[in-house]
Every structure is written in C-alpha cells, then in structure tokens.
C-alpha cells in the first residue's frame, strides 16, 4: 500500500452494538474499525442509532465517502415514468380535455411509485394552455394578450415566503413586468400523505402584465426573468444559509401555458389541486406525467412536467452535457448556469431544450439537435438526403443528450414527443374524427372507441409527431423532419466548408522504431509483459480484446505494492434497473465512433453557413498519417507533457500548472487543436519524466472550461502510456476528443517482428498477416471494445461520451481529483500528486536502473499468479491449503487456511477494517447458533455449463444439507434435481443421480434459488415453480453491464436439452434491457414472477457502483423481497480482460450504500440484503453483516 492513508466511510447497520472507528474516532454507529488512518475529507455520514421505518427521513441519503460521493443524479434520485399528451386541432377550448388528461394519468399510476409512508406519491403532474377562463378575474381588467401567471412553490416559513415574494416582483419588474397580484391556489392537504404534507411548499400563482408585448415577445421576458429570480434567490440563499429561500420554487411563468404538479399519485392531483376540477378549468391541450422515483423523500420540484417537457427515461450523458454547456455558459458570462449537476437529468435537459426555444428554434428543431435519430445507414434517408445532411450539421455542433428517453413538449403554440435514437420506451399515438390528438406511454389510457379513430401508430426510434395548434395540423416524422431539412441548404453548406478525416491505412514505417530500445520505453510508461504477450498480441492478431474469467483477486490499485497506471484507479460505471444497456452487435446501427473536433459553436446560433466550417474524425484512435492530416486542416499546436526529473514529486504539480497556463495562451493565440503528447526524439531519457496522460488530459480540459476557453479547441493525446480499451476510454471520457498510441503501435510491431511469433505464424499457430494488417486489427480491437464500453452504460455515440467523466475513482486524494476530474464520484481518498509522481519514477527507476539498455518487460503478475509478484487472494497456495482442511476434514488444517488470509497483504477494503465492541463479550451460547447461521449462506449464481453437472448438483445437494440455498445461474434446471432421494444403497450411489457419490436417502440436488437472465434460457413455469426464490439477474460481478455467455464448446446434448437450444451452439443473454429497461418494467416482472410462484420470495442481483443505493430503492419499491450486492471483482463468467478488470465495485461500498439508502427511505424492513464476491473467511461475513448484510453468497471460495 502507498504511503497515502484515506478515508473510507461506511454506513451503519448493527443496532448500537458496535463504534465505527477511523483514525481513533467514533462516526457512527457500525461495527468496524479502519487498520489505517484517514486523510482530512469532507466527512457526511449519517448516524443510525437503529434501523427504524417509523422514524421521519432525512432529507438526502448520506453522503457515504469522500471526497466527493457523487451528484445528486447519482447518489440521490434516479427515475422512470409514464407520460402522454392530448390535444385539440381545432382550438376549442374545454374542460373535457382536462378532464381526460386526468383520466389517463390515473390510468398510468403503475408506471409511478409511492413514497416510504405508502401514500405520498413520487410525483404527478399536468401542463396545460393557461386557464385564462378561471383566472380572469384576478388580472384586474389588464387584457389578457399581454398578461403572464406564474405557478409558484414557496417555502414554508412565513419570513422566507415573503422574500421570495420580493425576488420575484422585482427581477420581473427589471424585465419591464409589473405585478398584477398574488393568488393562493386551492388545495385540499388532506388527499396528501404524511411524507409530502410535511414537505408540501405554499403554492401560489402571481400575475404580471407588459404594457407593449404580447407572444412570443412576452414569453421572452417572462423566461429571463423567471432565471433571474431563480438566480437572485439562490444568491439569497447562499448569503443566509439559515434561510429556506433555497426552496423557492417557479413551476411555470408563461402566457400560454401552467404547471400543477407535485408529490402526489396520479388520482390524487385532481383531489388536491380543485382547479383542476373546476368546470372553468379551460385548454386545448394538456401533457401529463407519472413519475417513478428510486428515492422517496419527497421533493415536489422534481415531480414533472417540468417547464417546456416531460421526460420518462434517463439521460446517460448528463454529466458531459453539463460540462459542455457549463463551458458555454462560462464563455457567455451566464449569471444563471442553465445546467447544473445539483438537478435532474430531465431539469437540464429541460433548461436546454428551453433555451433554445427561446432563441426562437421551434420545439421540433430544438429536440432534433439536442436527441437525434441514428441518421447513418438509414434506407429511408437514401432518397431524402437534405434530412441526413441536417442530422450531419448539427452533429458538428452539439454533443447528443443520449439515452433511454420519451419525451413530449410543448411552448404553448405546439404539442409534441419524441424518441430516441433506440427508441425503447414505448410510445403510441391515435388521432380522432373529430381532430384530438392524443399520444401515451401505455396503450389504452385514452378510450376513444374504433369507430372514431381515423389514424393511429407508434414512434419509432428518434421519430417525432407534433400537434400544430395555431395551424391545426398534425405532423407526422416524415413531415417534420422534412420541413426542418428544408429550412437550410445543409448539404451545401457542408459540402462547402465541413471536412472529414477518413481512417487511413496504416504503414509500417510508422510503427518503426529500435527494437532494441522498445521494451526500455515500454517499461518507463508502465507496460507489462502480459500487455503485450495477452492485450497486444490478441489485439493485433485477432482483432479481438483478450478475454479472461473467474474475475479479478488483485489488489485495489491504491493498495497494490506495485505502480499501477492511473486508470487503474477509475472503474467504468454501467447501467442497471433504471436504464437499459444496449446491445453494440446487436443494435450497432444507432452506434458511432465519429467526433466532431476543433472549434465548437453555439447551437443557438444556427442555422448558419458560418457554422457549417466543421472538422471531424472518423475514430478517435490516430495513426500517424491521420494525426497529419488534422495537424494541417486546423490551426494545432503541440504541448509537450515531459518535465525534468530532478524536479522531483512535487515536480508534477508544478509541470502540471504550466502546461495549463500553455494550453490556455496557445487557445488564446487561436489555437484550435491541442496535442498533448509525451512523444520525444530518440525516446524517452533517464533525465526526463512526464505527466500521466489521463492527467494531463482531465487538468487542461477542466481549466479551458474554468477559463472560459474550451469550446475553442479540441485536445488530442499522443502518448507512450495508452493501449487498451479502457485507456483510451479513460481519455476520451476526461475531455480528449482523439489518441494517438504511438507506443502502443510500435509494441505491435515489436511483438509483430519478435522470432517466436513469427515462428508461430510459420507454424500455423497465429494468423498469416502483415505487420499492417497487425496495426489495423489492433485499432479495430480497441474501436470493438469502445463500443461494448459504451454500451454497458446505455450510450450510443462516442460524441456523446466525450467529456462525459461515466466513471468513479476509487484511491484518488481530494486535490488531484479537484485539480483534473472535478465531479467524479470518489468515496476513497487516497493518491496525491507527489504520490503519483513516486509511482511514475518507480517504472522510470525500473527502466534505466541498469546501464545497458533493457532487453525484456518486467511481468507484474496483475493477470495471472506468479511467486513473488502482484498478489492474488485466489493463488494457488491459499487454494491447497483449503484443499487440505477438506480433505483432511482438519481444523487446524483450516485455521492455517484463515491464518494465510489474515497475513496475505492488503487486498480489500474490509481488509483494512477490524470490529471493535463498545462492551464486554456475551456468552457463547446466547451467540446465534452455527446451524441458523448457515442457513443465510449461498451459493453465487454459477450456471450449469460454467460449471460440470458433477460440481454443480454437489453444491446443491452440500448446501441443502445445512440448511442454505444454492443458485442455478441462469440456465434452467433438470427436473430430476426436484425430488427428494430415496433410491441411495449403502455405498452412497443413486440410480436417479449416478455420477455422484456420496449420497445419503433424504438428499435433494435442487437449487432453492432459481435465477431468470435476460436470455431466458431454460426458464419454464415448472422452473419457477420448484424455487423458494427467483431471482432476476440484472447484473453480474464479472462483467456488469454485459450479457451471460456459454461457449458452443460446453453445450452437450445435456445442457442443450435443458436450456431448449442446441448442442454447440453458443448462447449469449443480451443485456438485460429487451425486457428490464426501466424500474417499471422491472416491477412488471416481479409482479409476473409473484404471479408464478406465489410462495416463492423474488430476489434482484445488482453489482456495486455509486448510486446502487438509490437503484436498490427502486427495487424495494417495485416489491422485490430480496437484493443482491454483487461485488465487481468476482464472477465465473468469461468477458474481456477490461471489463472484468475495471468494471464495478468492491461490494463493501455498495452494500454500505445501499443499507443507508434503504434506511434513511424507511423502506429497509421490506426487503433482505446479500453481499456476495470473494467472500472467504468469517470475518468478511462478520464485515458484510455489519454494514447490513443479512445472507451472504460463496462462489469461488
């Protein structure tokens, strides 16, 4: 372990038994005590002095770590929804239109969810036109062309509501509005329950008049000074931080339309808000929403519609799109940030998408730039190309909002909805004789019988229709997407002005390099042997990353005793429950590599032959020639990363501000393409060292945004120190828009050239290729494995990935992650910027500690277990020594096993964590005894087929004997498992089960826990019916965010018969998204499995990530009995090397998380917790059940 100590916060769990200590102090109510001592961290944790349902909740779920545990879109609120509109094409205003837009909301009450009291809602609401007939009368004779009305949520307090009040009068009176009145709005308190009463704002509408604008005019100012206010009270706020004014809340401020929403069940709205009832009530149009929230305290601002739209899905690239329109509003001088990740998805999506509406882009245009259809490769575009050279356009302009999203909209003047570009939220839409139109997330919500219908159908995917109000038309795709088209000569403008970087074929010159000279330079930017004999060589010859399986027993890299790159210290984030991951074989069509790079502009500024002057990439990995060839389409300049070496550690940091003041000068001289490359003459000398590319690249990106300046050029990294998948993951995510591994390409030729490989292809062994074929294979390889990357996370485009930071550090010190990767989840502490340069001069020491040139790379051991390398806590050794306790049936034998897991280096995270007891010991036999103890082990989720039929029914029939359960995996089940043996001779041998041994009369081979995957393979109702728990298979330790996979080479005749397939035919579960995309669906198929087997409990596997705590509320919610926290780190399946590497979580922090999260929603007595991943001693249950597990899985123990 490095000589950094770090925090880590963990949640409570035992009932005040226990002190959780760190660095010598209590902080909470756990049983654990840190082995180190914590650095200084902003400290949030919650104390539990018992788990209590009744008590009243907090206000956010506990910030679990430091220094930064996540946005609040992560940690706190997650969602899912149904929405739908309705509208009148011929104008005519009744109150009919509310009445069944109420009526299709109630009818949408499964889509949403309640609160932990079971009543408060987790939001409705409706938009509709302005009910001007009900509310003339408070407009005190001021016509109302001219006139405005605000739906206000003030805070409680009397004080704060009347300075709330103020903000509001007087930033719209510096927009030129003056203030008609105030109007308290009816509402009934007592519909509400318990939870939302107590969070209830007062609800107010104020009027406000302009002598001179009407329209759109007067729709302008009402949004500037809507912001205003909104700024103004935050600034109140921040100054007065005992005030609430924080909660100062403006729905809607419009001349056309009105929000009444809040944290209510769909049926409930029209009970609590009476002028919804009101038969004057008047509109010709109204959105409704249903809101589905994984968090249950109560926040009615968050209940939707919200200003212009209403959002069902989840946006995946939040965090990239908010860093991209905070550079823009820094460039703009914005007071107001239009984005911020203190809000919603749908709320910045939503104050994007208004802004330019209000820069006078119709709802349509607005939609089509922000969540764009997959345009490439679209037969029905063949004939109308002006529409893909639009989508072209502004693909150079704006990063996609990219994810699951159903969305409708409105500005008053039309009423609309779209999809995205997958298109896998449901959307269905009829239009009627007598002109209404009516568009829902649920068939049947809106009953029109047959006979009136005169046109129905359903989006598909990035399809969109629009109700014209001021023309009465209806617009389908085609037409909207024509006329958009048609509004600009797309086509020739690009023709004119954009230019592509196409891939070019690789040569084999530019991979020379001395060969002598390469495993010296490999060796100083942190290459491995096995990088190069598994990733390199299986890249370059099969065009495929390497795989691996049984996950990953290495150390943490900030507790590994070796240097490890800085990207082993992120771990990529996936998507589960509350948005699907997508399939990139499967669904590649709506998949892309492409970048727009240089200079970005302001959407809001198109259309505009100015902006059509674009540059981009076609992958965003460069060779030589392609690096060439943006160098001269821009203006670029070269920014080298290397720094003398006597500088020594504190030497980084101050290399490091330097090339941020040089990347800032250089944008300033009219730089549009930044390289920052550690690339030197005759390689890399043992006077100069550098700085990590995945620092540099995240350091000058957060400053050019700080600044103001990073929309003005684009960075590319040349670097020796990137060659996998998750590298340049890593890079693209932290701002780069390109890499160039020129290292990493020379290695090909190097391992290309070497005698035994070639050997080896003389020998038929390896592929026939050329050293170019190589290369191009390599880049292939890492383009295939962006995309599985980007598809564990649900996201279609590399552009929309791009700065979009979807990763969490685990060991990263407080300063490096606010100097280079600002709002990245980190609930560790750790690595310093000195630390990190230490690490760097260790391979730089490795390199040129001897005088002659090195000749071969140092093998670590972090893939496979060598003595007296990496350690791995699966080695061979610890194995043998459990081997021997069972064979020998010896505890001693075993506390030899227990005493080598006590002594093996640090690991884990619960390594570094002991129990203390705050009083004396109890008796031995008031301790629960061991036989009911037991009864909560599990096996983990091994499929037969990863497992022989003889190791698979053997744990069964083992752990049935004492009492636990044991998982099928996904896969189905022999019904032969199900009954009882009877037929056993006194030698152990069954003719129902004769492979076996050993086996007594009374035995039974079933597993108690049946698990369903996303593939269905062998999933029966006789399968469902044999179980004691179902259990849904959303993600799994190995390789979250991917599908289960058993090679064609494992399915026999047997396992053929039992998963209905056949033999050798190799069967892949998708993702789980064909049928589990949305926390609603998932709620589905509880109900559904409930239905099967009523007797049976229904478990939900999850693997540990930030913000499985909110995802598991979700869950709870959706009535599952029981979840599972997976670690990231285990796992029988087979995946490539960098999913199983860096993807997921120790479950330490997700079980913590998801145990306070549970806790603080008082939703914790509903559901039982498992911890399950390279559990191996007592004390690692101990650990588990004390941070709030109650079973506990064994797999690879």
Same mark, same amino acid.
């Given at each position: 372990?490095?000589?950094?100590?770090?925090?880590?916060?963990?949640?409570?769990?035992?009932?005040?038994?226990?002190?959780?200590?760190?660095?010598?102090?209590?902080?909470?109510?756990?049983?654990?005590?840190?082995?180190?001592?914590?650095?200084?961290?902003?400290?949030?944790?919650?104390?539990?002095?018992?788990?209590?349902?009744?008590?009243?909740?907090?206000?956010?779920?506990?910030?679990?770590?430091?220094?930064?545990?996540?946005?609040?879109?992560?940690?706190?609120?997650?969602?899912?929804?149904?929405?739908?509109?309705?509208?009148?094409?011929?104008?005519?205003?009744?109150?009919?239109?509310?009445?069944?837009?109420?009526?299709?909301?109630?009818?949408?009450?499964?889509?949403?969810?309640?609160?932990?009291?079971?009543?408060?809602?987790?939001?409705?609401?409706?938009?509709?036109?302005?009910?001007?007939?009900?509310?003339?009368?408070?407009?005190?004779?001021?016509?109302?062309?001219?006139?405005?009305?605000?739906?206000?949520?003030?805070?409680?307090?009397?004080?704060?509501?009347?300075?709330?009040?103020?903000?509001?009068?007087?930033?719209?009176?510096?927009?030129?509005?003056?203030?008609?009145?105030?109007?308290?709005?009816?509402?009934?308190?007592?519909?509400?329950?318990?939870?939302?009463?107590?969070?209830?704002?007062?609800?107010?509408?104020?009027?406000?008049?302009?002598?001179?604008?009407?329209?759109?005019?007067?729709?302008?100012?009402?949004?500037?000074?809507?912001?205003?206010?909104?700024?103004?009270?935050?600034?109140?706020?921040?100054?007065?931080?005992?005030?609430?004014?924080?909660?100062?809340?403006?729905?809607?401020?419009?001349?056309?339309?009105?929000?009444?929403?809040?944290?209510?069940?769909?049926?409930?709205?029209?009970?609590?808000?009476?002028?919804?009832?009101?038969?004057?009530?008047?509109?010709?149009?109204?959105?409704?929403?249903?809101?589905?929230?994984?968090?249950?305290?109560?926040?009615?601002?968050?209940?939707?519609?919200?200003?212009?739209?209403?959002?069902?899905?989840?946006?995946?690239?939040?965090?990239?799109?908010?860093?991209?329109?905070?550079?823009?509003?820094?460039?703009?001088?914005?007071?107001?940030?239009?984005?911020?990740?203190?809000?919603?998805?749908?709320?910045?999506?939503?104050?994007?998408?208004?802004?330019?509406?209000?820069?006078?882009?119709?709802?349509?245009?607005?939609?089509?730039?922000?969540?764009?259809?997959?345009?490439?490769g679209q037969p029905d575009y063949d004939s109308r190309p002006e529409i893909a050279d639009m989508y072209e356009y502004y693909a150079g302009l704006q990063e996609p909002w990219d994810g699951p999203a159903l969305i409708v909209f409105s500005?008053?003047?039309?009423?609309?909805?779209?999809?995205?570009?997958?298109?896998?939220?449901?959307?269905?839409?009829?239009?009627?004789?007598?002109?209404?139109?009516?568009?829902?997330?649920?068939?049947?919500?809106?009953?029109?019988?047959?006979?009136?219908?005169?046109?129905?159908?359903?989006?598909?995917?990035?399809?969109?229709?629009?109700?014209?109000?001021?023309?009465?038309?209806?617009?389908?795709?085609?037409?909207?997407?024509?006329?958009?088209?048609?509004?600009?000569?797309?086509?020739?403008?690009?023709?004119?002005?954009?230019?592509?970087?196409?891939?070019?074929?690789?040569?084999?010159?530019?991979?020379?390099?001395?060969?002598?000279?390469?495993?010296?330079?490999?060796?100083?930017?942190?290459?491995?042997?096995?990088?190069?004999?598994?990733?390199?060589?299986?890249?370059?010859?099969?065009?495929?990353?390497?795989?691996?399986?049984?996950?990953?027993?290495?150390?943490?890299?900030?507790?590994?005793?070796?240097?490890?790159?800085?990207?082993?210290?992120?771990?990529?984030?996936?998507?589960?429950?509350?948005?699907?991951?997508?399939?990139?074989?499967?669904?590649?069509?709506?998949?892309?590599?492409?970048?727009?790079?240089?200079?970005?502009?302001?959407?809001?500024?198109?259309?505009?032959?100015?902006?059509?002057?674009?540059?981009?990439?076609?992958?965003?990995?460069?060779?030589?020639?392609?690096?060439?060839?943006?160098?001269?389409?821009?203006?670029?300049?070269?920014?080298?990363?290397?720094?003398?070496?006597?500088?020594?550690?504190?030497?980084?940091?101050?290399?490091?501000?330097?090339?941020?003041?040089?990347?800032?000068?250089?944008?300033?001289?009219?730089?549009?393409?930044?390289?920052?490359?550690?690339?030197?003459?005759?390689?890399?000398?043992?006077?100069?060292?550098?700085?990590?590319?995945?620092?540099?690249?995240?350091?000058?990106?957060?400053?050019?945004?700080?600044?103001?300046?990073?929309?003005?050029?684009?960075?590319?990294?040349?670097?020796?120190?990137?060659?996998?998948?998750?590298?340049?993951?890593?890079?693209?995510?932290?701002?780069?828009?390109?890499?160039?591994?020129?290292?990493?390409?020379?290695?090909?030729?190097?391992?290309?050239?070497?005698?035994?490989?070639?050997?080896?292809?003389?020998?038929?062994?390896?592929?026939?290729?050329?050293?170019?074929?190589?290369?191009?294979?390599?880049?292939?390889?890492?383009?295939?494995?962006?995309?599985?990357?980007?598809? $564990?996370?649900? !996201?279609?485009?590399?552009?929309?990935?791009?700065?979009?930071? !979807?990763?969490?550090? !685990?060991?990263?010190?407080?300063?490096?992650?606010?100097?280079?990767?600002?709002?990245?989840?980190?609930?560790?502490?750790?690595?310093?910027?000195?630390?990190?340069?230490?690490?760097?001069?260790?391979?730089?020491?490795?390199?040129?500690?001897?005088?002659?040139?090195?000749?071969?790379?140092?093998?670590?051991?972090?893939?496979? +277990?060598?003595?007296?390398?990496?350690?791995?806590?699966?080695?061979?050794?610890?194995?043998?020594?459990?081997?021997?306790?069972?064979?020998?049936?010896?505890?001693?034998? +075993?506390?030899?096993?227990?005493?080598?897991?006590?002594?093996?280096?640090?690991?884990?995270?619960?390594?570094?964590?002991?129990?203390?007891?705050?009083?004396?010991?109890?008796?031995?036999?008031?301790?629960?005894?061991?036989?009911?103890?037991?009864?909560?082990?599990?096996?983990?989720?091994?499929?037969?087929?990863?497992?022989?039929?003889?190791?698979?029914?053997?744990?069964?029939?083992?752990?049935?004997?004492?009492?636990?359960?044991?998982?099928?995996?996904?896969?189905?089940?022999?019904?032969?498992?199900?009954?009882?043996?009877?037929?056993?001779?006194?030698?152990?041998?069954?003719?129902?089960?004769?492979?076996?041994?050993?086996?007594?009369?009374?035995?039974?081979?079933?597993?108690? !826990?049946?698990?369903?995957?996303?593939?269905?393979?062998?999933?029966?109702?006789?399968?469902?019916?044999?179980?004691?728990?179902?259990?849904?298979?959303?993600?799994?330790?190995?390789?979250?965010?991917?599908?289960?996979?058993?090679?064609?080479?494992?399915?026999?005749?047997?396992?053929?018969?039992?998963?209905?397939?056949?033999?050798?035919?190799?069967?892949?579960?998708?993702?789980?998204?064909?049928?589990?995309?949305?926390?609603?669906?998932?709620?589905?198929?509880?109900?559904?499995? $409930?239905?099967?087997?009523?007797?049976?409990?229904?478990?939900?596997?999850?693997?540990?990530?930030?913000?499985?705590?909110?995802?598991?509320?979700?869950?709870?919610?959706?009535?599952?009995?029981?979840?599972?926290?997976?670690?990231?780190?285990?796992?029988?399946?087979?995946?490539?090397?960098?999913?199983?590497?860096?993807?997921?979580?120790?479950?330490?922090?997700?079980?913590?998380?998801?145990?306070?999260?549970?806790?603080?929603?008082?939703?914790?007595?509903?559901?039982?917790?498992?911890?399950?991943?390279?559990?191996?001693?007592?004390?690692?249950?101990?650990?588990?059940?004390?941070?709030?597990?109650?079973?506990?899985?064994?797999?690879?123990?």
């Open positions: 372990m490095r000589s950094s100590q770090f925090a880590l916060l963990i949640a409570a769990a035992a009932p005040g038994s226990f002190g959780y200590v760190l660095n010598s102090r209590p902080l909470t109510s756990t049983g654990v005590r840190s082995a180190v001592q914590a650095a200084p961290a902003r400290v949030a944790v919650s104390p539990l002095a018992r788990i209590d349902d009744e008590r009243p909740p907090s206000s956010e779920p506990g910030a679990i770590g430091a220094p930064y545990p996540g946005d609040p879109g992560l940690v706190s609120e997650k969602d899912g929804c149904g929405v739908g509109f309705l509208a009148n094409l011929h104008g005519e205003r009744t109150h009919e239109i509310t009445q069944r837009a109420l009526r299709a909301l109630g009818c949408m009450e499964h889509r949403g969810a309640c609160g932990g009291d079971k009543v408060s809602g987790d939001g409705a609401g409706i938009m509709t036109a302005v009910p001007w007939e009900l509310l003339t009368d408070h407009l005190d004779g001021k016509p109302v062309e001219h006139a405005g009305v605000g739906m206000i949520f003030l805070p409680q307090e009397e004080e704060d509501i009347e300075v709330s009040k103020r903000i509001m009068v007087e930033s719209a009176a510096k927009h030129g509005l003056e203030l008609i009145g105030w109007r308290k709005v009816p509402t009934d308190m007592d519909s509400l329950g318990l939870m939302a009463r107590a969070a209830m704002p007062d609800i107010e509408q104020a009027f406000f008049y302009h002598p001179e604008l009407t329209g759109d005019a007067l729709e302008e100012k009402l949004y500037f000074a809507r912001r205003s206010a909104q700024a103004d009270a935050h600034q109140w706020a921040v100054k007065h931080p005992s005030s609430s004014v924080e909660n100062f809340y403006i729905c809607s401020l419009s001349s056309r339309s009105i929000v009444y929403k809040g944290m209510v069940q769909s049926s409930v709205l029209p009970l609590f808000y009476k002028d919804l009832v009101n038969e004057e009530y008047l509109t010709n149009w109204a959105i409704y929403h249903r809101r589905f929230s994984t968090n249950t305290v109560p926040k009615w601002p968050l209940a939707q519609p919200m200003r212009l739209l209403g959002h069902n899905g989840e946006i995946n690239t939040v965090i990239g799109n908010i860093n991209w329109q905070r550079a823009l509003d820094v460039q703009r001088n914005r007071r107001a940030p239009l984005c911020s990740i203190t809000r919603s998805d749908s709320s910045n999506l939503d104050g994007v998408f208004e802004w330019l509406v209000r820069s006078n882009h119709s709802c349509a245009h607005s939609l089509s730039a922000l969540v764009p259809e997959a345009y490439k500005d008053g003047k039309q009423v609309g909805a779209g999809l995205d570009r997958n298109g896998l939220r449901p959307a269905r839409y009829l239009l009627t004789k007598s002109g209404m139109v009516a568009m829902m997330s649920e068939t049947g919500v809106v009953d029109v019988p047959d006979s009136e219908i005169v046109a129905k159908g359903r989006l598909g995917p990035g399809h969109m229709i629009i109700a014209d109000l001021e023309k009465g038309e209806f617009l389908d795709n085609d037409h909207i997407k024509e006329k958009l088209a048609l509004a600009a000569p797309y086509g020739e403008w690009m023709g004119k002005h954009a230019k592509t970087v196409s891939k070019m074929a690789f040569s084999a010159d530019e991979a020379a390099a001395d060969a002598e000279g390469i495993p010296q330079q490999l060796t100083v930017f942190g290459w491995s042997s096995e990088d190069l004999d598994m990733q390199i060589a299986d890249m370059a010859n099969l065009a495929k990353e390497t795989l691996f399986s049984m996950g990953d027993d290495t150390p943490l890299a900030i507790l590994s005793e070796k240097p490890r790159p800085l990207y082993d210290y992120f771990k990529q984030r996936f998507a589960q429950v509350t948005n699907p991951a997508i399939d990139p074989l499967r669904e590649g069509i709506v998949m892309g590599l492409g970048m727009p790079i240089g200079t970005r502009r302001d959407l809001s500024l198109a259309p505009s032959e100015e902006l059509a002057k674009q540059l981009r990439i076609e992958s965003p990995i460069l060779n030589k020639a392609e690096l060439e060839a943006l160098q001269t389409s821009a203006k670029t300049v070269t920014l080298s990363t290397l720094y003398p070496i006597a500088w020594g550690p504190d030497g980084l940091e101050k290399a490091l501000n330097e090339l941020r003041a040089k990347a800032a000068a250089a944008v300033d001289d009219g730089a549009e393409l930044l390289v920052l490359s550690d690339e030197c003459e005759g390689g890399l000398n043992a006077d100069t060292t550098y700085i990590p590319p995945l620092l540099a690249t995240g350091a000058v990106h957060h400053f050019l945004i700080e600044q103001g300046k990073r929309l003005k050029a684009s960075i590319i990294v040349s670097t020796a120190q990137a060659w996998s998948t998750h590298h340049v993951a890593c890079l693209v995510g932290y701002g780069a828009s390109a890499v160039h591994p020129y290292l990493a390409f020379q290695a090909v030729r190097y391992w290309y050239e070497l005698p035994r490989v070639s050997s080896m292809r003389k020998n038929g062994k390896l592929a026939q290729i050329s050293v170019e074929e190589a290369l191009a294979n390599y880049r292939a390889a890492l383009e295939a494995g962006l995309l599985k990357i980007l598809s $564990k996370m649900g !996201i279609s485009l590399l552009a929309s990935y791009h700065g979009a930071q !979807i990763f969490e550090a !685990i060991g990263i010190g407080e300063k490096m992650l606010n100097t280079a990767f600002i709002g990245t989840p980190s609930r560790v502490g750790g690595l310093s910027l000195a630390e990190l340069a230490e690490e760097v001069c260790e391979w730089h020491a490795l390199a040129f500690s001897a005088d002659e040139v090195r000749t071969k790379l140092e093998n670590y051991g972090f893939v496979k +277990f060598y003595s007296n390398k990496e350690h791995h806590h699966n080695s061979p050794p610890l194995t043998k020594l459990l081997h021997k306790a069972l064979e020998e049936r010896s505890y001693d034998q +075993f506390k030899l096993f227990q005493a080598s897991i006590e002594q093996s280096p640090t690991t884990t995270l619960r390594d570094m964590l002991e129990p203390v007891a705050d009083r004396p010991p109890v008796p031995l036999e008031r301790v629960e005894p061991v036989e009911e103890i037991m009864k909560r082990f599990c096996t983990g989720g091994m499929s037969l087929g990863a497992l022989s039929r003889e190791a698979h029914e053997t744990l069964a029939i083992g752990v049935n004997r004492f009492g636990g359960k044991s998982n099928s995996g996904e896969g189905g089940e022999d019904s032969v498992r199900w009954l009882k043996l009877s037929d056993v001779d006194e030698n152990g041998h069954s003719p129902t089960l004769p492979h076996l041994k050993g086996l007594k009369n009374g035995d039974i081979a079933t597993s108690k !826990i049946k698990q369903v995957a996303s593939g269905r393979f062998g999933v029966t109702p006789e399968y469902l019916r044999s179980a004691e728990q179902i259990e849904i298979k959303i993600a799994q330790g190995a390789k979250p965010g991917e599908g289960g996979q058993l090679p064609g080479v494992k399915i026999d005749q047997y396992i053929a018969s039992i998963r209905y397939s056949k033999p050798g035919v190799t069967l892949i579960s998708p993702p789980p998204h064909h049928d589990i995309y949305s926390i609603e669906d998932l709620a589905q198929l509880i109900h559904d499995l $409930k239905s099967a087997n009523r007797s049976s409990r229904v478990s939900t596997k999850l693997v540990s990530e930030v913000g499985v705590g909110v995802v598991a509320a979700g869950v709870a919610k959706a009535k599952s009995d029981h979840i599972v926290i997976s670690g990231g780190d285990g796992g029988t399946g087979a995946a490539a090397w960098t999913g199983i590497k860096h993807a997921g979580l120790p479950w330490e922090l997700g079980l913590a998380e998801t145990h306070q999260t549970l806790v603080l929603n008082r939703l914790r007595s509903r559901v039982v917790l498992q911890a399950d991943g390279q559990l191996k001693s007592g004390k690692d249950v101990v650990i588990a059940a004390l941070l709030g597990a109650e079973e506990y899985g064994f797999a690879t123990a």
